[in-house]
């Protein structure tokens, strides 16, 4: 069987050139905003299943209105699972965000759960599912390893000391701090850019970067801009949630019609 036309190049391939990522979170699953998204030029769209209502199901459609405009697709799993990233990788994401990833250990099997025996335990179908083509792309098990963008979420403050530990595990592309959840687990929900939350997520970065084995990537907020977040050295940002942006356009759309006099 020959093997398929080449597509865009991976997250990974513009990564390793240097480039900086930009992209959005998709929480309400649907395929026209993803479609939009992907055409308005994001480097990357998150489908998160993790925040948002949809599952597998939902993120099929959304993952083929993405690949229309070939934008690649990263799935965020709802917790570190075997059996959800078995799932998720059938469908042929270009990348997955693992939450919740507090140490090596729960990096590392966040890797085998992506990778196929021996050298980890995702579960074989790669002749029928989507990731492969439906079995058409006869290249698949040569490169999906290669290709494939394993993120590991750091966002809690014991996971944020051992961000550097969590960036060496073998397998370990990227490691993504999570702001909300870090500023959370110290106590700080209602003030996330507080002095001490600052204080541990820069030490968080400097020990990714210090690494030199993963990227580094992060949720731009209104007190830390993309080009702030660029400037500190982080290789991917997500700049949005769709959801937040179509809820401020509509409440500033209301305003100006309500304030009309």
Request: glycine content about 8%.
């Amino acid at each position: 069987m020959a093997s398929l036309p080449p597509t865009s190049k991976s997250l990974k391939a513009r990564l390793n050139n240097g480039d900086t990522l930009y992209g959005i979170f998709l929480l309400s699953f649907s395929p026209t905003l993803a479609e939009i998204s992907g055409l308005a030029g994001y480097d990357f769209v998150v489908v998160d299943m993790e925040h948002g209502h949809g599952g597998i199901s939902q993120a099929l459609p959304c993952l083929q209105a993405l690949s229309a405009t070939q934008t690649p697709a990263i799935l965020r799993l709802p917790e570190n699972s075997p059996s959800w990233a078995k799932k998720a990788l059938d469908l042929g994401p270009d990348g997955l965000m693992f939450p919740l990833i507090n140490d090596p250990e729960s990096a590392k099997a966040a890797v085998a759960s992506c990778r196929y025996p021996p050298a980890g335990i995702r579960g074989n179908a790669h002749s029928v599912v989507r990731a492969s083509k439906y079995g058409l792309d006869s290249d698949y098990l040569e490169k999906y390893e290669r290709e494939l963008l394993i993120m590991c979420q750091v966002e809690s403050e014991e996971a944020a000391k051992r961000a550097g530990d969590i960036a060496a595990v073998e397998g370990v592309d990227c490691v993504m701090i999570g702001p909300s959840d870090l500023s959370a687990s110290m106590g700080y929900i209602r003030d996330p850019w507080n002095k001490k939350v600052k204080e541990i997520m820069e030490a968080a970065e400097s020990r990714v970067l210090g690494s030199g084995e993963a990227y580094l990537a992060g949720f731009s907020r209104p007190y830390d801009s993309p080009n702030e977040m660029r400037k500190r050295g982080y290789n991917i940002v997500c700049g949005g949630v769709d959801l937040a942006l179509f809820r401020n356009a509509v409440v500033e759309d209301v305003k100006k019609f309500k304030n009309m006099v």
